[in-house]
């Protein structure tokens, strides 16, 4: 039995599941003999088949090196990602952040003499030489390298210097998440508000996403749903009520908080709105197409994702007036300027997705 196994950081945030789900379909649906096994940081979000596992892979514990090392050596190919492991936030070395992660994944895979690919990555703007010469020794390690926008295409050419494959950009794979009918909108169905908590501007994102939260009330007449993408009590499943106890009294009645115990609950919630105005990427991609979109945008990834996918927004920063900001968020779903342009850029994307499946399961052992 061919086994390939996954390694991106799913678990926590919602986008990761997506991802890692996304690439467990597309493998699938071309060779539904394959098993696939999932690195996971915590496991429960994903639900599991008779073709795909999960296993808990934290460096952090002997049991969870163990769980990788076992996993990769039992492999017949390995897909590095996907998400943002090319990046220095957290981390610009080969131990610490998800740099050092994928730097990991690569050394086994290379160690076990397994072929390595990659998922469509983000590859962000690297702040030190270290972190260059780490991401070059990970991209040096692939058969195939895929990235996911244009900026990262522009990165991985810049920062991976001699490479064996030359960089290649496909869309996001959870843009090809199983899709199900979708009805009419109802009366019933809410706006999402996908903030993104993790350390920096918090108190403006709390600002912005309250009054963003009032005039998606005024401008539709709609429930509002602010919904935390990371389940994690130090990013958004712990920080999102700072908007709520931002609101005016008058409208928190209207107001919900939601954190989806895994994805099928996300995709529900997501798909069903009659909006998503997001920071979070994956909120935007799982709702792309489906629903009208509004991006507030504070990284690399989020301001590709705008210039390459038509979507409204705006670029976050310390200076950012926050009623400004929500009444131009709040129109922008109101109005969805580039629905047809959206569904033909999805359509063109997906279709290209497929060309990624059948390059990768071309390097099986």
Same mark, same amino acid.
């Given at each position: 039995m061919t086994r /390939?196994? /996954?390694?991106g950081v799913a678990g926590h945030n919602?986008? !990761?599941d997506a991802i890692a789900m996304a690439l467990a379909e597309g493998i699938l649906a071309r060779k539904p003999q394959a098993s696939l096994q999932i690195a996971m940081l915590q496991r429960g979000s994903i639900p599991e088949t008779s073709r795909i596992k999960t296993f808990v892979a934290r460096r952090g514990r002997p049991q969870g090196l163990l769980n990788l090392f076992l996993n990769i050596a039992r492999s017949d190919l390995v897909i590095l990602g996907g998400g943002s492991l090319i990046q220095d936030k957290f981390g610009g070395d080969r131990i610490r952040g998800v740099l050092g992660y994928a730097w990991l994944v690569s050394a086994l895979a290379a160690l076990l003499r397994k072929p390595l690919v990659t998922a469509p990555l983000g590859v962000d703007s690297l702040g030190s030489a270290r972190a260059i010469a780490v @991401?070059?020794? /990970?991209?040096? %390690?692939? $058969? /195939?390298i895929f990235v996911r926008d244009n900026r990262s295409l522009e990165n991985a050419r810049a920062y991976g210097g001699t490479l064996v494959a030359s960089p290649r950009r496909v869309c996001d794979p959870a843009f090809a998440l199983s899709e199900k009918p979708r009805g009419p909108v109802t009366d019933s169905a809410p706006i999402v508000l996908a903030p993104a908590?993790?350390?920096?501007? !918090? $108190?403006?994102? $709390? !600002?912005?996403?309250a009054r963003t939260a009032e005039a998606a009330r005024a401008r539709t007449g709609r429930r509002v749903v602010i919904v935390a993408m990371d389940d994690r009590a130090e990013e958004d499943a712990g920080k999102i009520a700072m908007i709520l106890d931002r609101i005016d009294p008058r409208i928190r009645e209207f107001v919900d908080l939601a954190t989806p115990a895994d994805l099928p609950a996300t995709l529900d919630l997501l798909r069903g709105s009659a909006g998503i105005i997001a920071m979070r990427l994956h909120a935007l991609i799982l709702g792309y197409g489906?629903?009208?979109? $509004?991006?507030? @945008? %504070?990284? +690399?990834? +989020?301001e590709a994702f705008m210039e390459d996918y038509a979507v409204s927004g705006a670029v976050i920063s310390p200076q950012a007036e926050p009623s400004v900001l929500a009444q131009g968020l709040a129109e922008a779903i109101a109005s969805w300027p580039y629905r047809d342009a959206q569904r033909a850029i999805r359509s063109q994307r997906l279709e290209e997705l497929g060309g990624y499946f059948d390059a990768i399961l071309l390097k099986l052992r």
């Open positions: /390939i196994v /996954i390694c919602r986008g !990761d @991401s070059q020794e /990970i991209l040096r %390690r692939c $058969a /195939i908590f993790e350390g920096e501007f !918090d $108190a403006l994102v $709390a !600002d912005i996403f489906f629903v009208p979109l $509004a991006c507030l @945008s %504070r990284t +690399t990834k +989020t």
